[in-house]
């Protein structure tokens, strides 16, 4: 599953769950947080979506391994969902050391190099 499909399917949620608006739901603001002034997440929210990409997608991240901050943006949450080598803590571990049978490492380093943008 790709970056783009992962956040349209954020979107969708986000509009249809939570009821947010249309207008408030441009490109231009993937890369506000999900529980600051523009979305207004609760935390329990950012939990059941994080929960419904998790069902979309199915892949399940160790959570309790990423830092909080790293799933309160479309853009990252997308990125790390999309990535192939799911079930690894970081990118750089996922890039040196492979853990499936479908590892791509020019994927792994695209979504490394996203990853950084964000620090």
């Known amino acids: 599953m790709t970056k783009n499909e992962i956040k349209k399917y954020i ?10 608006p249309k207008d408030k739901l441009d490109i231009k603001y993937l890369k506000l947080p999900l529980t600051g002034e523009h979305f207004r997440l609760r935390g329990y929210e950012l939990g059941e979506l994080i929960f419904e990409i998790e069902k979309f997608t199915n892949k399940k991240l160790d959570l309790n391994s990423l830092a909080m901050y790293e799933l309160a943006f479309i853009d990252r949450i997308a990125c790390l969902y999309s990535c192939k080598c799911y079930g690894t803590h970081t990118f750089q ?7 499936d049978s479908n590892f791509d490492s020019k994927e792994v380093g695209q979504a490394y190099s996203e990853e950084l943008s964000y620090r």
């Open 11 to 20: 979107l969708e949620v986000l509009e249809n769950r939570f009821n947010i």
């Open 93 to 99: 571990d996922a890039y040196e050391s492979p853990r």
